[in-house]
């Protein structure tokens, strides 16, 4: 009898050795929670093309362009924030018959202090280092008509399409 309670004993020994706090690990970690106040993104101006045809000529860039005008957009947010905006390179636009399609390539400039005067000036819209003026909090945005290609070289009329800007916070 008494060696099988040794038996027993030595057996919950083990068991308890097992599961002695000797083998736990613990670790912390910092939680930090940022809020920042809603973006606004106001349509100030939309974009124009206007292009005298050339016979046959199915791509036009903007030298081709009779006359034109950027997309302006004003962003508001808090101060001195780092940025994303995404803007697509290209639009696809239709023509009023509902064959006919054009792709109007874009390229998208921002200022903190006003509307840039052309499409090498401010910084791209792509860029990581993008941020809200320091003290307004805006964000001026100009999307530049570059270059149009048409799938028929004689489908004159209005042709138009939409697109869609975002831009959000980077923490």
Do not use: W
């Amino acid at each position: 009898m008494f060696k099988r309670i040794k038996e027993v004993f030595l057996i919950l020994f083990c068991v308890l050795a097992l599961a002695s706090p000797g083998f736990a690990v613990e670790a912390t970690d910092t939680v930090t929670i940022a809020f920042f106040s809603a973006f606004s993104l106001t349509k100030e101006q939309d974009i124009s093309v206007n292009i005298t045809p050339q016979e046959g000529k199915s791509s036009y860039t903007d030298s081709d362009f009779f006359s034109s005008s950027p997309g302006k957009l004003l962003a508001n947010g808090d101060a001195g924030a780092s940025v994303a905006i995404t803007c697509p390179d290209s639009v696809t636009l239709t023509h009023t018959n509902g064959s006919d399609t054009a792709i109007l390539n874009l390229a998208c400039r921002a200022d903190t202090s006003s509307y840039v005067a052309d499409k090498s000036s401010g910084t791209a819209c792509d860029d990581a280092n993008l941020q809200t003026d320091s003290t307004t909090g805006k964000l001026y945005i100009s999307i530049f008509p570059d270059s149009v290609d048409v799938t028929s070289a004689t489908a004159y009329g209005i042709y138009s399409g939409t697109i869609t800007v975002t831009i959000d916070y980077v923490q």
